[in-house]
């Protein structure tokens, strides 16, 4: 086997749109998973210290590199993965611009070694501050492994903009994550301070490698989604239109094996999934596409995380018609669903009612019952006049005003459980509630540590009785992974409040008892009637006698 890595030509080099790539440790774990992917490799083992601000390595056992290749590989625009212009325009690898290596050089340790299946011994290449000062035979198994050590140790500045070591860890496993979905026969190994995270073994079951990520909840609820049209192949995964969490987090997009963050894919889920969930709701979305490569160009970002597509109408189509189509034929029901769907259909077999005479109730202090429409408006009248009120914003209001006041020493009712539930999460997850626990316990959600991925819940909110508790508590740690930037607590804390108030509401579409309505409305009226929901949207209208007389000319 001849030298396989060549340096581009400086008018290919000059076409790749080139950056930054290296921004934090997941970077550089991404850069060098996906150059483990691209030599073939069975088993990636990724192993950190520190988040991966003192130490990555990444080992596997793909085609290794020869002598030559390695010392070439940390050279700028060296590659063997693209040799000219024609190949520019139709890349199949992971990687192809050459940069990685030399980049991650560049601002750390680096000790690479590297051996490939047929050599009798390995090279290893050690650089510090981008230049090669030791090369040398060593012996190591085929494969390659990168070491990277004190990230940005000569750039003070950049170093101290990284995070806490929980807040990189989670950036390294959602890079792993994103590469172990579309990759489901080769295995990956992530250790942190010599912990295993998770080991994913190799497997030719999509589905288990999904659920090992996952969890099995959100893989029951999985439909598969397979189609094609003139233009492009499409397949995957996606849930049940009535499943939804609180964050686009778990929409993953691949065109031809990369994954990508893609605004107008991204449309296309939410325009099929629009009639089923609500606003600012999402789904869990896997899904792969494979367009021809004339057609994406993936040379436009430089952390390849974005590609152009030349007919966007016609991606968004195939995303947007398969889906609705895969959404709108669910698998025939389980015997056991009937009886669930009968009972969830029933409040549409009567979408128009008034009250009789005798129904009516008189509410506090002076509205009364007039009736319910289509199961999800109230109408009342009194003295003041007339009013709709969609209930199930008028409730969240309620739930979210009354958690708030919590902050404050007012108790939630709750509910403990005489058998705690143990509930499994992603590691991350499971970390970020911990992390507000004591926050959480004053909503009237107390939970545990229970092992390495299981927390244990011991009681909820009573306005939360029933609610399907692994989806509750996933998107609860999506909220609270949010906090990003604009950290303050207090923005942690009202999109929590936000969210448990919007799950514990009543929900639309559901007849409600004379009592509930009193209760509701007395509640309401003791806050001085708000008028939105906490997401803001209206939550009552409101007219005047005086304005009603006028309509019809009475006045
Ligand atoms: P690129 O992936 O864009 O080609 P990199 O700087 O990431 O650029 O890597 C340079 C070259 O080094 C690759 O083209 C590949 O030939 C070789 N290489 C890097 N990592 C590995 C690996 N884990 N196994 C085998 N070859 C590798
Ligand atoms: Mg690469």
């Given at each position: 086997?001849?030298?396989?890595?060549?340096?581009?030509?400086?008018?290919?080099?000059?076409?790749?749109?080139?950056?930054?790539?290296?921004?934090?440790?997941?970077?550089?774990?991404?850069?060098?998973?996906?150059?483990?992917?691209?030599?073939?490799?069975?088993?990636?083992?990724?192993?950190?210290?520190?988040?991966?601000?003192?130490?990555?390595?990444?080992?596997?056992?793909?085609?290794?590199?020869?002598?030559?290749?390695?010392?070439?590989?940390?050279?700028?625009?060296?590659?063997?993965?693209?040799?000219?212009?024609?190949?520019?325009?139709?890349?199949?690898?992971?990687?192809?611009?050459?940069?990685?290596?030399?980049?991650?050089?560049?601002?750390?340790?680096?000790?690479?070694?590297?051996?490939?299946?047929?050599?009798?011994?390995?090279?290893?290449?050690?650089?510090?501050?981008?230049?090669?000062?030791?090369?040398?035979?060593?012996?190591?198994?085929?494969?390659?492994?990168?070491?990277?050590?004190?990230?940005?140790?000569?750039?003070?500045?950049?170093?101290?903009?990284?995070?806490?070591?929980?807040?990189?860890?989670?950036?390294?496993?959602?890079?792993?994550?994103?590469?172990?979905?579309?990759?489901?026969?080769?295995?990956?190994?992530?250790?942190?301070?010599?912990?295993?995270?998770?080991?994913?073994?190799?497997?030719?079951?999509?589905?288990?490698?999904?659920?090992?990520?996952?969890?099995?909840?959100?893989?029951?609820?999985?439909?598969?989604?397979?189609?094609?049209?003139?233009?492009?192949?499409?397949?995957?995964?996606?849930?049940?239109?009535?499943?939804?969490?609180?964050?686009?987090?778990?929409?993953?997009?691949?065109?031809?094996?990369?994954?990508?963050?893609?605004?107008?894919?991204?449309?296309?889920?939410?325009?099929?999934?629009?009639?089923?969930?609500?606003?600012?709701?999402?789904?869990?979305?896997?899904?792969?596409?494979?367009?021809?490569?004339?057609?994406?160009?993936?040379?436009?970002?430089?952390?390849?995380?974005?590609?152009?597509?030349?007919?966007?109408?016609?991606?968004?189509?195939?995303?947007?018609?398969?889906?609705?189509?895969?959404?709108?034929?669910p698998p025939e029901a389980r015997p056991g669903e009937i009886s669930e769907i009968r009972e969830e259909m029933a409040p549409y077999a009567a979408t128009f009612s008034l009250a009789r005479d005798s129904e009516m109730i008189p509410l506090a202090p002076s509205w009364r019952m007039v009736g319910q429409l289509k199961g999800t408006y109230l109408v009342v009248e009194g003295d003041e006049g007339v009013m709709i009120i969609d209930h199930h914003a008028a409730h969240e209001r309620i739930l979210y005003e009354r958690l708030k006041r919590s902050l404050h020493g007012e108790r939630i009712a709750q509910q403990p459980f005489l058998i705690p539930q143990p509930i499994e999460l992603k590691r991350e997850e499971k970390e970020l509630l911990l992390e507000y626990r004591t926050e959480l316990a004053t909503a009237g959600l107390e939970l545990e540590e229970f092992g390495e991925r299981t927390v244990v819940v011991t009681s909820i909110p009573s306005f939360l009785q029933g609610e399907d508790l692994p989806s509750l508590l996933e998107a609860l740690s999506e909220a609270l992974a949010e906090r990003g930037e604009g950290g303050a607590v207090e923005n942690v804390l009202d999109r929590i409040y936000v969210l448990l108030a919007c799950r514990g509401a009543i929900k639309a579409n559901r007849r409600l008892q004379e009592e509930e309505v009193r209760a509701l409305l007395r509640e309401w009226e003791e806050m001085a009637r708000p008028t939105t929901c906490p997401h803001g949207r209206p939550l009552c209208l409101q007219w005047s006698w005086r304005e009603v007389e006028g309509w019809f000319r009475r006045g």
């Open positions: 086997m001849g030298v396989k890595i060549r340096v581009l030509p400086a008018e290919v080099a000059g076409k790749i749109a080139a950056g930054e790539v290296i921004e934090r440790p997941a970077s550089v774990v991404k850069e060098l998973v996906e150059n483990s992917l691209d030599a073939g490799s069975r088993v990636v083992t990724v192993d950190i210290e520190e988040g991966g601000k003192k130490r990555i390595a990444v080992m596997d056992d793909g085609e290794g590199m020869m002598r030559a290749d390695a010392l070439l590989a940390l050279e700028r625009h060296a590659t063997s993965k693209v040799y000219d212009e024609v190949d520019l325009a139709t890349i199949r690898t992971l990687g192809f611009r050459g940069e990685a290596l030399p980049s991650i050089a560049a601002v750390s340790r680096l000790s690479l070694i590297t051996r490939t299946h047929n050599a009798l011994s390995g090279t290893q290449v050690l650089a510090e501050d981008g230049q090669v000062h030791a090369v040398g035979e060593v012996g190591s198994p085929p494969g390659t492994r990168v070491e990277v050590a004190d990230l940005f140790y000569n750039l003070p500045a950049r170093r101290k903009f990284l995070r806490g070591v929980r807040s990189e860890l989670a950036h390294i496993i959602e890079v792993i994550t994103r590469m172990a979905l579309v990759h489901s026969s080769v295995g990956f190994v992530l250790k942190h301070n010599n912990r295993v995270l998770f080991d994913l073994p190799p497997t030719q079951e999509e589905r288990s490698r999904i659920r090992a990520i996952l969890g099995k909840e959100v893989v029951a609820r999985l439909l598969r989604v397979q189609g094609s049209s003139g233009f492009g192949e499409i397949r995957g995964w996606v849930t049940v239109p009535t499943y939804c969490r609180g964050s686009a987090k778990g929409i993953y997009i691949y065109v031809n094996g990369r994954y990508i963050r893609d605004k107008l894919i991204s449309h296309a889920v939410s325009e099929a999934y629009r009639r089923f969930i609500p606003a600012r709701m999402y789904p869990v979305v896997i899904l792969f596409l494979s367009i021809p490569l004339s057609e994406v160009d993936v040379n436009c970002h430089p952390a390849k995380m974005e590609v152009r597509f030349r007919r966007g109408e016609e991606i968004h189509r195939l995303v947007c018609d398969q889906l609705k189509d895969t959404l709108s034929h």
